[in-house]
């Protein structure tokens, strides 16, 4: 049985918990499960089994598409009390979306398994009307990253991911490494350092072992204004 702030997270973080009767309700914490995840572990890969519907407890998960030469596309983040129907392909009756989910950080996550959530959608109308929401969120998102990675300089798409770091740690000094940024980017480590060597030079940023520190955030804010 759920403890007493389980049921008070449930009830802030499912949009449609109002909607629920008394019997859904003890359905869907009774059946709720919880999922850890370390640092760089997947927690959803590109083909894995339908696990449901996913919300974040704890922690940062990090949406990104993988390609044969191992690069790597950043679509978006998921964060604290955000819900995902990524892995949940089975209750839309669609194919699986190929996309891979790492945890950013150590995370929590409760999943709500397809057949809970299938039946959600049949006696709560609200539960079908978030489904549509989340889904139209996740696709505006996506849009987004394509848009930056056609439409953006590396100067610019590099800026905007460190003022993202920057709103997600709440701190201008930020625990992100030269390796992990170009990750993100999809692009070499070698050009990441160098774009870093500019905006240093420039005063935008310095760097120290294992981080960067952000020191004009609005030179940066300024290189992609209709982005960020």
């Not at 839309?92 to 809970?116: G, R, S």
Request: charge should be negative; aromatic fraction near 8%; glycine fraction near 4%.
């Amino acid at each position: 049985m759920p403890t007493a702030q389980e049921l008070t997270f449930f009830r802030s973080a499912l949009p449609f918990w109002d909607c629920l009767s008394e019997e859904d309700r003890d359905m869907l914490v009774q059946n709720i499960q919880i999922l850890t995840a370390s640092a760089g572990e997947l927690v959803y890969n590109a083909g894995d089994k339908c696990l449901g519907v996913l919300f974040l407890r704890a922690g940062r998960l990090r949406v990104y598409l993988a390609g044969a030469d191992g690069r790597e596309i950043t679509l978006y983040f998921i964060g604290l009390n955000d819900m995902t129907m990524l892995a949940s392909s089975c209750i839309l009756n669609t194919p699986a979306l190929p996309v891979t989910v790492e945890a950013e950080e150590d995370a929590q996550l409760y999943v709500i398994p397809p057949q809970v959530y299938t039946h959600l959608l049949a006696s709560c109308p609200d539960a079908e009307r978030y489904l549509t929401q989340a889904l139209n969120h996740s696709f505006r998102l996506t849009l987004k990253a394509v848009e930056s990675v056609v439409f953006l300089t590396l100067e610019q798409r590099m800026a905007l991911l460190l003022l993202q770091q920057r709103s997600f740690e709440q701190s201008p000094r930020l625990h992100l490494t030269q390796e992990k940024l170009s990750r993100q980017l999809g692009t070499a480590r070698e050009v990441v350092s160098r774009q870093l060597r500019r905006f240093a030079d420039s005063g935008c940023l310095r760097t120290f072992r294992g981080g960067i520190e952000l020191l004009d955030e609005e030179a940066l804010a300024a290189l992609a204004p209709e982005v960020f």
